[in-house]
C-alpha cells in the first residue's frame, strides 16, 4: 500500500504518523499492493479532522470524520471504511452467489453502528474531481461506499452526466442534466 499523509493547518507529529501508518497497514489484506491511501488532516477552529481515501483498482473506500483529537479520528475512521468493506464483500457475495472472500471474523475495527457528526450548514467546501464512466449498478456500489448523499459519474449507456442520490423515503434516484 502507498500511504499518503498530508495537512492543512496542522502539522502531524512523528508519533501520529507512526500510529496512522501502523493502523492503516492492517487494512492491507483487503487490498492489492499498489492500493493509494491518502490520509488527509487538517484544523477548522477547535475541530481536527480526518479523511481517509484508499482506491485500489477501480473501489473506492472513503471516510471523513471530525473531533477533537486526531488520535480519535483515525480510531473512528477505519471502522468507516471496514464497514464499507464489509458491504462491498457482501454485495459480491450476493451478486455472485458465492462465499465472501472475507471471513467476518478477520474484521479488524469494525464493531457496530456510531451515529454520525452533525453536518454543518452552508456552503463551506468546493471539490474537483474526474468524472468516471460508469454503469448505474456501479454508480450505485460507489455511493454505497462513500460517506455522501450523491454520486457524481458519466453514465456508460447514455454518455451523459448524471447524479445518483439516496432518496429521504428509501432507495436512490438519479439526476441526468439537460444541455
Request: charged fraction near 30%; include cysteine.
Amino acid at each position: 500500500m502507498n500511504i499518503q499523509i498530508s495537512a492543512k493547518n496542522y502539522v502531524v507529529s512523528n508519533k501520529l504518523r507512526d500510529i496512522i501508518e501502523k493502523k492503516v497497514e492492517r487494512l492491507e489484506r483487503y487490498f492489492s499492493d499498489d492500493a493509494d491511501v491518502r490520509v488527509f488532516c487538517k484544523k477548522e477552529k477547535d475541530l481536527c479532522k480526518l479523511e481517509l481515501t484508499i482506491k485500489d483498482g477501480g473501489l473506492l473506500f472513503r471516510s471523513e470524520v471530525a473531533s477533537d483529537s486526531m488520535y480519535q479520528n483515525i480510531d473512528m475512521a477505519l471502522p468507516k471504511v471496514e464497514k464499507q468493506i464489509i458491504k462491498y464483500s457482501s454485495k459480491l457475495k450476493d451478486k455472485f452467489h458465492k462465499q465472501s472472500a472475507i471471513d467476518a471474523r478477520d474484521w479488524l475495527y469494525f464493531e457496530e453502528e456510531e451515529p454520525l457528526p452533525p453536518i454543518p450548514q452552508g456552503v463551506n467546501k468546493f471539490k474537483s474531481f474526474d468524472i468516471v464512466p460508469l454503469s448505474v449498478e456501479d454508480a450505485q456500489m460507489y455511493l454505497e461506499n462513500s460517506d455522501h448523499a450523491f454520486y457524481i459519474y458519466l453514465n456508460n449507456e447514455t454518455g451523459k452526466v448524471n447524479i445518483m442520490y439516496k432518496r429521504t423515503m428509501g432507495g436512490y434516484g438519479i439526476i441526468e442534466p439537460i444541455y
